[in-house]
Structure formats: C-alpha cells, structure tokens
C-alpha cells in the first residue's frame, strides 16, 4: 500500500494573526507534540512548522488524523475549545497536494514576502527536529533532501532570492551594508510596533551588531527583546542612547518629527549616524542631513529597493514553479521504487530460501568444489528469474499499476504464505 503523505495548515492566508498567536507553538512544544504523535499513532513521519505566520503539520498515516492532531495541539497549548479553530485549517488530504504545499512553503511562494528566505531555514529546523527524534523515516528523508536540492537549484537558477523584498529585512541589508566596516556597530530600534518588531527580528542577522530597543511601553520592548538577545532601555533615555548609537531606526506614530535637526546637532558624532526613518507619516526631520556625519533614509529610499527586487522575484515565479515541478517529478519516481522494493525483496528471500532448501536435499554428499559450481549455476538461475517480474514491477510502477502488479506477483509465488501461517 502506498504511503499517504498529508498536512495541516493554518496560515496567514487562512487565518488572522491573533488566532495565529494562540495556535503558534514553541519548539519544545513542537517536541512534545511529536512524541505524542508517535506515541499515540506509531508515526514515522512527521513534520511540524510553527512560524509567526504559520503553524503547519505534515505526516504519513493511512486515515486523516487532522482532528486529532489538532487537539493534541490544543492539549499542549491548554485551549479546552480548540475544535473551534478547526475552521482555519486547511486540509491537504491528498498525497501530491500536501507535498506540492510544502515545496511551495519551502520555496517562500507561500511567504508575506514572496521568496523569503526565512521560511527555508525554519522549514530546515523542523526537519532536524523531527530527525533528532527519529521521526524521520527514509520518505520524510528523501522528501526533505529533495526539497533543499531544489531551493538550492531555485538560488542558483532563477532571481527569485535575488534582493530584499520586505522592507524590514530591506532595511538590516542597508544598515548591514553600511556598516561593514564598523566593528560591532551600536544600533538603537526606536518602536515596536508591526514594522518595528519586524525589523528586531530580523537584526538576528547582524551577529556582530549591539542592538538596544526602546519603546514607550517598557513592557511590549522586553517582551521582543529578551528572546533575542537584545538589550533595553526605558523610553525616557532614549535621548541618551540615540547619542550612544551608530544608527538609529526609528519607528513610532507622531504627527510631527521626533527626531529633529537641533536634536542631532547636539550629538557627538565621531564618524557618522546612520538614521533609518520607517514611520509614516515620518519621524526624523530631512534637514537632519544638514548635519555633518548624517546619513537619513526614509520608507520611500527603502520601499523603491524592495519593489525593484519583488518585481524580479515575481516574474521568476513561471521557472521556480517548473523547477518544482521538475523536482516533484522526480521524487515521485523514488517513492514509486520504494513502493515496490519490500515486494523485490520479499520475491528474491522467498526464491533464496527455495534454492538453500534444494541444495540442502540434493548435495548432502556433495564435496566442496561440485557444490560451489552448482550453487554458482543456481544463483544465475535464480536471478534470471528474478529479472521478469523486477521489471515488470518497475514498469507497472510508472503505469500507476504498482499495487494491482504487486497483488498478482504474491499470488503468484505466495509471498504472504508467512503471514496466513502466523
């Protein structure tokens, strides 16, 4: 029988993000989760994917195990009613849709930001962690190798990863490139509001960066910062880190500028202050530039970068969808092989056991040199033999015929006699 490869998922495009907050899972949650899974359902294949934007579980099992996967997920989150969130799931009932999702998931075609190449790292993690737990059978193995095979074709192929499409992680690659050469440059977030936590989460990829975030709620900065690694400071020093700091990006809601030109003035500047100005309407005066040493960019410097690089990503879109294709493809011709390897295998132990069973009978008497020659003429017997129906299986296979082919050859030969005799 077939291997049913399945998923679960409940995305930004299926759900909003406060009922992505409750359902999001943490990694030793995920860990939990799938030692139930393989308590309760004895499964080998599992992966389970929990972004800001997604939390998604694919696995091999003959039923659909959607609901009760979900309520284990509402058992380790402590939700009595998780049932009700079923309606923000989707299903991928069917084998090839739920792979075909997580190779777009893979890719960053299902991303906010299409392309992203977040989700590739994260989708990584879950592999690893499935692996540490062995719950990764040899499918979910050859799945995953396949899948970082392709994005590793779609980097080197297309245009698809080719810039930064979101304008927080647009911003990092500016201050990143900026920055070179500065040895652990001081940068201070000012605001954390949708766009302000956005870009703190992405810093994680300025390792030599000392990043302080600041926000008038002292709260909501912890809460960001604590699990980065970042430090903070109380909204009314904010003045005293903004001259502190290499580059400061600022992100709050003011009808007037918060970061004025008399303000920057007052600033010992060494060598330069990078301002990156992320608020709408904006919070860093344009005059600030006036100021020796200033260097100001606003949402529209940014944005015009992350249109040129989306625009490419989006008309590379035709030729990562046929890589996909292509790699989908291929990944089914090995599951197809693999559908039949147990029956080979099983076909060629039964005729071995025939052949050591008749060489036993007939060659009791025989000497060391007669029984090598005939059990050297028997194995190129046996083989011969073996060769129809091997190919005969592996042609049904690309027919789609496998499992009617795999019936009539242990018929024919009585494969499961061991089984009608236990």
């Not at 927080?168 to 201050?175: D, G, H, K, R």
């Not at 970061?259 to 005059?287: A, H, M, Q």
């Amino acid at each position: 029988m077939q291997i049913k490869f399945r998923a679960l998922s409940l995305s930004h495009k299926t759900a909003p993000v406060q009922i992505r907050e409750i359902i999001a899972l943490s990694d030793q949650e995920i860990q939990r989760i799938l030692l139930k899974l393989k308590e309760f359902f004895s499964l080998n294949d599992v992966l389970i994917l929990s972004t800001c934007n997604r939390t998604e579980v694919y696995y091999s099992h003959d039923l659909d195990l959607s609901t009760e996967i979900i309520k284990l997920v509402g058992l380790e989150k402590g939700l009595p009613d998780v049932v009700h969130y079923l309606e923000y799931f989707k299903i991928y009932d069917n084998d090839r849709t739920a792979i075909s999702h997580l190779f777009r998931v893979a890719m960053g075609l299902e991303a906010q930001v299409v392309g992203d190449i977040q989700i590739s790292n994260q989708v990584k993690r879950a592999y690893q962690a499935s692996a540490d737990l062995e719950m990764a059978g040899p499918f979910l193995h050859r799945l995953m190798h396949t899948v970082f095979f392709t994005n590793k074709r779609i980097v080197q192929e297309t245009s698809f990863r080719e810039g930064a499409a979101s304008l927080s992680y647009a911003a990092i690659e500016l201050i990143e490139s900026l920055t070179l050469n500065t040895y652990q440059p001081r940068i201070l977030l000012i605001g954390v509001g949708e766009i302000g936590e956005d870009v703190a989460k992405n810093m994680v990829y300025l390792p030599n960066a000392k990043v302080t975030i600041t926000n008038r709620t002292l709260s909501k900065a912890e809460e960001i910062a604590k699990p980065l690694g970042f430090d903070v400071v109380p909204f009314e020093n904010c003045f005293d880190a903004m001259d502190d700091a290499d580059v400061i990006i600022c992100s709050i809601m003011r009808n007037e500028p918060f970061i004025t030109k008399e303000l920057i003035k007052k600033f010992d500047i060494l060598s330069y202050k990078l301002l990156v100005d992320l608020s709408v309407p904006r919070s860093i005066e344009t005059s600030v530039e006036d100021v020796p040493g200033v260097i100001l960019y606003n949402v529209d410097n940014i944005r015009s970068k992350t249109s040129e690089a989306l625009e490419k990503r989006l008309s590379a879109i035709p030729h990562v969808e046929k890589i996909i294709s292509e790699s989908i493809e291929e990944f089914y011709n090995w599951k197809k092989e693999m559908m039949v390897s147990p029956t080979i295998n099983k076909l060629k132990q039964t005729l071995e056991q025939i052949r050591r069973e008749e060489l036993s009978r007939y060659l009791k008497n025989a000497d060391e040199k007669e029984y090598a020659v005939i059990d050297k003429i028997t194995k190129s017997m046996m083989q011969k033999i073996l060769k129809v129906p091997v190919v005969q299986l592996r042609a049904a296979c690309q027919r789609d015929q496998a499992e009617e082919m795999i019936e009539f050859i242990s018929d024919l030969f009585d494969l499961d006699r061991e089984k009608k005799e236990n």
